[in-house]
C-alpha cells in the first residue's frame, strides 16, 4: 500500500528554523517527485516546491527561494522540508504530495501525506 | 504565475442534485502535442489532505465514484458532480500542473441545501 508518513506538530519562534519528514513506502522511491504543500488556517493551498529523490535536485516557489531547502534520502526514502526564519503567517499545515516521475500516470499529486501543523509563536 | 479562479466559491446542493464547478486558467493548459489539458481536481473534506479526483482535465482517478466528471478543454474546466451524496460535502480545488510554480484555485465549498 502506497503511504506518505510525516512527522509531528512543531512549535517554533519567530526567526526559529523547521524540518518535517515525509517517509515513502509501498512503492519504488526514485520513480516519482514529491512535492510539498502548505495550507494556512483556513485558506487554500499553496505550492512550495517540488524535489527529484534522484539527487535531491530541487525547484522552489520564487516566494520560498532562499527560506526553503528540499532534500531527500534514497536510503530511508524519505524527503525533508526544511523552512528557516520563520514567521507568524508560516502557521499552517505543510503536506508532502507524490506527483510526477517516471512511473507516473500524470504529474497530479495522486498521494498525499497525512500533513505536518507547524505553529510559529511567540 | 499561473491564476486559476474557480465559480462559485461556495453553493449548496440538494441531495441528489447535480453540483457544477467552474475553473478558469489565465493561461491554456492544453499541450497539444499530446493533446492532454495539465489540470486535475482535489476535494478535501476537514481535518484531511487533498484526495485527487481527477487528473488531465477528464480521467478519473482510481477508485473514484463515477458521478465525479471532468470536463473542459485549454483555459476553461468543469468538475461535476452528477447526484450529490452527503459524503461530497468537502472543498474542491483545481490544479495546474503545466507550469512551474504549481498553482490552485482558491477552491469552492459544496454544502448541502
Known amino acids: 500500500q502506497v503511504h506518505l508518513f510525516q512527522s509531528g506538530a512543531e512549535v517554533k519562534k519567530p526567526g526559529a528554523s523547521v524540518k518535517v519528514s515525509c517517509k515513502a513506502s509501498?512503492?519504488?522511491?526514485?520513480?516519482?517527485?514529491l512535492h510539498w504543500v502548505r495550507q494556512a488556517p483556513g485558506q487554500g493551498l499553496e505550492w512550495m516546491g517540488i524535489v527529484n529523490p534522484v539527487g535531491s535536485t530541487t525547484t522552489y516557489a520564487q516566494r520560498f527561494q532562499g527560506r526553503v531547502t528540499m532534500t531527500s534520502d534514497t536510503s530511508t526514502t524519505t524527503v525533508y522540508m526544511e523552512l528557516s526564519s520563520l514567521r507568524f503567517e508560516d502557521t499552517a499545515v505543510y503536506y508532502c504530495?507524490?506527483?510526477?516521475?517516471?512511473?507516473?500516470?500524470?504529474?497530479?499529486?495522486?498521494?498525499w501525506g497525512q500533513g505536518t501543523v507547524v505553529t510559529v509563536s511567540s | 504565475d499561473i491564476v486559476l479562479t474557480q465559480s462559485p466559491d461556495s453553493l449548496a446542493v440538494s441531495l441528489g442534485e447535480r453540483a457544477t464547478i467552474n475553473c478558469k486558467s489565465s493561461q491554456s493548459l492544453l499541450y497539444s502535442s499530446k493533446n492532454k489539458n495539465y489540470l486535475a481536481w482535489y476535494q478535501q473534506k476537514p481535518g484531511q489532505p487533498p484526495k485527487l479526483l481527477i487528473y488531465w482535465a477528464s480521467t478519473r482517478e482510481s477508485g473514484v465514484p463515477d458521478r465525479f466528471s471532468g470536463s473542459g478543454s485549454g483555459t476553461d474546466f468543469t468538475l461535476t458532480i452528477s447526484s450529490l451524496q452527503a459524503e461530497d460535502v468537502a472543498v474542491y480545488y483545481c490544479?495546474?500542473?503545466?507550469?512551474?510554480?504549481?498553482?490552485f484555485g482558491q477552491g469552492t465549498k459544496v454544502e448541502i441545501k
Open positions: 509501498g512503492y519504488t522511491f526514485t520513480t516519482y517527485y
Open positions: 490544479q495546474q500542473y503545466y507550469y512551474t510554480p504549481r498553482t
Open positions: 504530495a507524490r506527483g510526477g516521475g517516471i512511473a507516473a500516470l500524470s504529474d497530479a499529486f495522486d498521494i
